[in-house]
């Protein structure tokens, strides 16, 4: 795959389709352009610069940008919407929704009074994107950005916000009076990720928590981060080992606006063990309540999902995006069990592209003997060993761990293996 330099300018015609307005954003590997089509219509399109980044990789990130592009067409308010995607001499871009109040940055060090309604939005968008099997993995102020209307919508699913954070953890040059700027996504870093934990990567919603966590102590100390502010690049790995520890200026936050408030809830999402905080975000808007109003719609609408006879798994994040797998056509005759893990001889068969930390025989699918359930075992039994063998990293069911004794499977379950997402349907 080739992809050719472009240059960009004010009013160019892109792609034969949309007048370019001006730059509103860009990073280290993608650019976001205000632009218009011939309706005079206003969008932001977004261009991976594909042909800075090495030849051998462009397969791998034209498909994770494809992927950012799907994971946009989820149905909610409190997403970014993705409405177009072509290629640009190599260069693939993702036409979307324009949002012209900006992003939640600009509320840093200033007016906070809607920051309970962007905590609803932000924490609506998050359970939109994790009922769906998603975990958003870069949440920070410059990804939440703001209607016409006053809503805040999550944007950047994807590659571009992925290989910002590789960049920015391995790049020295010029963090002397940007700290902010160089660190940028590894503020908001949850300790697991940074450590790995268990010799693998598991994402899990609690990864997003934890974001939000750092996220909402920005703004409410006005530029603060809970484990320090850094001002040189020796600074981050303390700033690491106090957020493993736990160790964050409570002190800051009780003195903000609303800050005695948000203290327990921000503490939760902070908890250095991801298994003491937030299991999902509508336990936060419960206890958001006081500041937001009910929450029983959305509660109401997660119980319709829950029913045992489960026919379907569906990649919803990792290789393979879409996939279905129809339970009963991997049932041969009498057969109750189906296998999932990297090796060929699986039912299911997860690549292990990227380091996703798959094992080689990673969990079980068992039917029951009436057939009318199902019940998902961590590892599978192995006939050479002639004993029942676990996964290294661990298979989750929304984000509790499973063992090997089992547990019951339902619609609307979200199974996690390393940076797999599996749908229940």
């Avoid at 005759?333 to 299911?348: C, P, Q, T, Y």
Wanted: net charge neutral.
């Amino acid at each position: 795959m080739i992809a050719y330099h472009l240059n960009i300018n004010n009013g160019d015609l892109f792609d034969g389709k949309y007048r370019v307005i001006e730059q509103i954003g860009g990073g280290s590997y993608g650019d976001v352009y205000k632009v218009a089509n011939f309706q005079g219509e206003i969008y932001a399109l977004k261009i991976l610069r594909l042909w800075e980044i090495m030849s051998d990789l462009h397969e791998g990130l034209v498909k994770r940008f494809e992927q950012e592009y799907k994971v946009m067409k989820i149905s909610s308010e409190y997403l970014v919407h993705s409405l177009d995607f072509g290629t640009v001499q190599g260069n693939p871009y993702i036409l979307m929704e324009y949002c012209p109040k900006g992003d939640l940055s600009k509320f840093v060090s200033h007016d906070t009074s809607m920051i309970a309604q962007y905590a609803n939005d932000i924490l609506q968008g998050l359970y939109a994107l994790h009922r769906e099997g998603k975990v958003h993995r870069d949440l920070k102020p410059e990804n939440v950005l703001l209607r016409q209307n006053g809503k805040a919508a999550l944007t950047d699913f994807g590659v571009v916000g992925e290989m910002e954070k590789a960049k920015r953890m391995s790049e020295v040059g010029w963090w002397k009076h940007k700290p902010k700027q160089t660190f940028g996504t590894p503020l908001y870093m949850s300790p697991e990720i940074y450590y790995k934990n268990g010799g693998g990567i598991t994402y899990l919603p609690t990864v997003d928590i934890w974001s939000f966590g750092v996220m909402m102590y920005e703004v409410l100390t006005a530029g603060s981060f809970p484990f320090g502010n850094i001002e040189s690049v020796e600074d981050f790995p303390q700033y690491m080992e106090r957020a493993k520890l736990g160790k964050w200026n409570r002190e800051a936050l009780a003195q903000a606006s609303q800050g005695e408030f948000w203290l327990p809830i921000i503490a939760r999402c902070l908890a250095p063990n991801q298994k003491e905080r937030y299991q999902n975000t509508l336990d936060i808007l419960q206890d958001l309540k006081p500041l937001i109003g009910s929450v029983e719609s959305i509660l109401a609408t997660e119980r319709q999902s829950r029913k045992l006879g489960i026919s379907c798994l569906v990649i919803s994040q990792g290789e393979n995006l879409g996939k279905r797998y129809e339970l009963r056509l991997l049932l041969e005759g009498r057969r109750r069990m189906l296998h999932v893990g990297r090796e060929k001889d699986n039912d299911i068969v997860l690549p292990a592209v990227n380091n996703s930390y798959v094992s080689r025989y990673h969990f079980t699918m068992e039917r029951s003997v009436d057939g009318l359930s199902w019940m998902i075992r961590d590892g599978q039994w192995q006939k050479s060993e002639r004993c029942w063998v676990t996964s290294t990293n661990g298979t989750y069911l929304n984000a509790l761990p499973v063992s090997s004794q089992g547990i019951k499977v339902f619609t609307g379950d979200i199974i996690t293996v390393g940076e797999y997402k599996i749908k229940v349907e």
